[in-house]
């Protein structure tokens, strides 16, 4: 399964060699670990590294909590805030959206997601009386799923449309969309390894698009217990 993981992998390397021309190569790294402590709630936690200039240099590296809590089996809210940091500037970001999964066919998961967030390098009232970046997004996002048949392993494609308000004319603008892969691989113990890669077409004049490869690592603690507890089970039965 590992080797099945990492073809699929080197499959998508060159999407990235058509790419360079043109665009910066940038890299993410992501660990997290995330936990439902009802059937309602839960909570994660996230740690991003980012590399960019073709994967040659230091860009920010960031911090997030985000609460979650199922509406129903189909909806969920998901609230959040997020901390970023570079060697020029600090970000503040609270954001906020609905997400909706649902099952198409056997193994096919269809998910959309719509989401409002606010950035600012501070808080201070003064400050964002000048602040002149964009920092109120609309996000909406549509992608799926596939989960390949008596494997832990899964496939997902998605696009995602960023729409933004001027600060000076108060005007939504469509400002980048979105366009990704992405591979995840379930392991016990309620660990999942994921790899993918998302290309942003920008908007603006100067074209800063960048394509942007991605690894990540979650471990849900509540899988963590149940497995444990499954476990302990099963020796209790065996005595």
């Excluded at 660990?31 to 936690?45: I, M, Q």
């Excluded at 991003?48 to 129903?72: A, N, P, V």
């Excluded at 471990?219 to 302990?232: A, P």
Aim: hydrophobic residues 35%.
């Amino acid at each position: 399964m590992t080797k099945k993981f990492f073809v699929i992998w080197l499959l998508m390397c060159p999407l990235v060699v058509l790419g360079q021309e043109n665009t910066d190569l940038q890299l993410r790294m992501v660990p997290s670990v995330s936990y439902k402590f009802t059937k309602k709630w839960g909570v994660a936690v996230a740690y991003r590294y980012d590399i960019y200039k073709d994967l040659q240099e230091f860009k920010s590296s960031m911090f997030q909590g985000e609460i979650r809590y199922d509406l129903s089996k189909k909806f969920r809210l998901e609230t959040g805030y997020r901390f970023r940091t570079s060697y020029t500037e600090d970000q503040h970001r609270i954001y906020g959206g609905l997400r909706y999964d649902q099952e198409i066919i056997t193994g096919l998961k269809i998910f959309l997601a719509t989401k409002y967030q606010f950035s600012t390098g501070s808080f201070d009232k003064e400050y964002m009386a000048i602040y002149d970046r964009p920092n109120h997004v609309l996000r909406e996002d549509l992608s799926f799923e596939y989960t390949i048949p008596q494997t832990k392993l899964s496939l997902s494609v998605g696009t995602e449309f960023f729409i933004k308000q001027d600060n000076t004319t108060k005007e939504w603008e469509l400002n980048r969309i979105r366009s990704s892969f992405g591979i995840d691989n379930k392991f016990k113990y309620g660990n999942t390894v994921g790899i993918g890669i998302f290309y942003d077409d920008k908007t603006n004049p100067r074209k800063e698009d960048r394509i942007v490869l991605v690894t990540k690592y979650n471990l849900s603690i509540d899988d963590l217990i149940k497995k444990i507890r499954k476990e302990r089970l099963k020796k209790e039965e065996k005595k």
